[in-house]
C-alpha cells in the first residue's frame, strides 16, 4: 500500500483516518475539499481542481493517501493507485456524526481546510445545501456506486477494502505497519 484513496460518505471519518494511517505508513497526505474548495465556498474550476491534483500526485513520489471521493478525480486518481479503502459506515452513524460536526463547526468557528477561508455557519446548517443534507442525499447512492466499482473490471487492478464500523477502521489502523 503506497497509492491509497479513502472514499466514504460525508462523515464517515475519512480525513481522521486517512490522516492517520498517511502518518503510520509515512505518506504523503492530500486533501481533495483543501484543493476544491476556494475562499467564501467558492469551487475551483475542473480544469484547475485536476491540476492541483495531479501536482500534489507528483510532489508524492514515495506514496500518499487521498482523502476524499469527487468523481470527477476518478481519472486522475485511480490510475496509479494500488488500494482504494472505503470506510462504509451504517446510515444512522453517519446521520449522527453528520450533525454533530456539523454544530461542532459552526458552534466553534472553526477554518475547514488550510487553503481557503471557509467555516460552518448555523444558515448553511440548516440550508438545503448542507452537508447533512448531502448525506442524507448520497449515502445509498455511493453505497450502490462503490459496490458495483468493486465488481468492474475496469478497477479490478485495485485492491478493495470495505471497512464497515468503527471497530474494523481501527483494527485496520492498529494491525497496519510500515515494513520499512
Not at 36 to 54: M, V
Not at 77 to 88: A, C, F, G, Q
Not at 119 to 146: A, G, P, V
Request: glycine fraction near 2%; avoid cysteine; hydrophobic fraction near 35%.
Amino acid at each position: 500500500m503506497k497509492r491509497i484513496n479513502v472514499v466514504g460518505t460525508s462523515a464517515s471519518g475519512k480525513s481522521t483516518f486517512s490522516k492517520a494511517l498517511a502518518q503510520k505508513l509515512n505518506l504523503s497526505y492530500i486533501e481533495l475539499d483543501d484543493l476544491f474548495w476556494l475562499d467564501d465556498w467558492k469551487e475551483s474550476a475542473d480544469q484547475d481542481f485536476f491540476e492541483k491534483l495531479q501536482q500534489s500526485i507528483d510532489q508524492a513520489p514515495h506514496g500518499y493517501v487521498i482523502d476524499g471521493n469527487y468523481s470527477r478525480t476518478r481519472e486522475i486518481k485511480w490510475k496509479e493507485i494500488d488500494t482504494l479503502i472505503w470506510l462504509d459506515l451504517p446510515f444512522r452513524l453517519n446521520l449522527y456524526r453528520s450533525l454533530k460536526r456539523a454544530l461542532h463547526r459552526a458552534l466553534t468557528q472553526q477554518k475547514l481546510w488550510n487553503n481557503s477561508n471557509n467555516r460552518e455557519s448555523f444558515k448553511s446548517m440548516l440550508s438545503r445545501d448542507s452537508i447533512i443534507w448531502w448525506m442524507i442525499k448520497t449515502h445509498k447512492k455511493n453505497q450502490q456506486k462503490y459496490l458495483q466499482m468493486m465488481k468492474s473490471n475496469e478497477y479490478a487492478h485495485i485492491h478493495w477494502i470495505r471497512l464497515r464500523t468503527q471497530t474494523e477502521i481501527d483494527i485496520f489502523l492498529k494491525q497496519t505497519y510500515n515494513p520499512k
